[in-house]
C-alpha cells in the first residue's frame, strides 16, 4: 500500500490564487516571476495577510481558464521594483496542491488541499537508483550548454529526499509548459 508523506507545511484552506500563464513553479524551488504593479497589489496584500502564503496556479494561454487543478501553495519572500510597470516577486513553492479557484472581490480565491508525496515502502531502493541515474546524466551534460552549473549539480547531489529531488530537478529543465504541468501532476514520487 502506497504512504503519502507529511507535507512540510499544512496551508490554510483558503489563499489567494496568482494564475500564471504558461509557467510552473516546483515545489522547494525557488522563482522569480513578474507581476503587474497595480493589479498585484491586491493579491500582495491578500498573501501578506495570509501569512506570506499565495496560490500558483498555472494555466494556458487562453480566455478559458480552468476553476481547479493542481497548483503550488509558496511563499512570498521578495518584491523588488522591476521595469515596464512590472514588480519582481521571488517565491518559493511549499507544497503541491488541488486549488478549486472562485472569485471573491477583485481577486481569485482557492480553495487549498494539501498534496503530500505518494511512495510504496518498497520504493527506497528504486528511488535511490533513479536519482543515481539522474545525477550522472548531469554529470554527462556538464560543461555543455545543456548542464547546470556546477553548484547546482552539487547542491542537488546533497538532497536525500526523493520527492524534493525530483521535484527540484523538474525545476531546472527546460521544458515546454505541458510537460512540466504533467510533472506537476504526479504526487507519486518513483514516477515522477
Known amino acids: 500500500m502506497a504512504r503519502e508523506s507529511a507535507p512540510a507545511l499544512v496551508p490554510p484552506g483558503r489563499l489567494p490564487v496568482w494564475e ?9 524551488a525557488f ?3 513578474a507581476l503587474p ?7 500582495l496584500e491578500a498573501a501578506h495577510a495570509n501569512g506570506d502564503l499565495l496560490a500558483l496556479f498555472p494555466v ?22 522591476g ?13 503541491r496542491a488541488l486549488l478549486t479557484a472562485g472569485r471573491r472581490g477583485p481577486l481569485r480565491w482557492a480553495q487549498v488541499k494539501a498534496l503530500p508525496d505518494v511512495a510504496e515502502p518498497s520504493a527506497g ?24 552549473p556546477s553548484d547546482v549539480r552539487d ?10 529531488f525530483s521535484d527540484l530537478v523538474a525545476a531546472q529543465l527546460d521544458v515546454p509548459f505541458d510537460g512540466a504541468l504533467r510533472m ?6 518513483v514516477q515522477r
Not at 528504486?126 to 554527462?140: F, H, I, K, N, Y
Open 20 to 28: 500564471l500563464e504558461e509557467r510552473v513553479v516546483f515545489p522547494y
Open 31 to 33: 522563482s522569480t516571476l
Open 155 to 164: 547542491f542537488l547531489g546533497s538532497v536525500e529526499d526523493p520527492g524534493r
Open 60 to 81: 494556458p494561454r487562453g480566455p478559458r481558464k480552468p476553476a481547479s487543478g493542481i497548483g503550488v501553495v509558496a511563499l512570498l519572500l521578495r518584491v523588488s521594483p
Open 184 to 189: 506537476l501532476q504526479v504526487r507519486d514520487v
Open 125 to 148: 531502493i528504486t528511488s535511490a537508483a533513479l536519482r543515481r541515474s539522474v545525477l550522472d546524466r548531469l554529470d554527462q551534460l556538464s560543461g555543455t550548454s545543456r548542464g547546470l
Open 83 to 95: 521595469s515596464g510597470g512590472q514588480g519582481m516577486v521571488l517565491v518559493q513553492g511549499v507544497v
Open 37 to 43: 504593479i497595480p493589479e498585484g497589489k491586491a493579491l
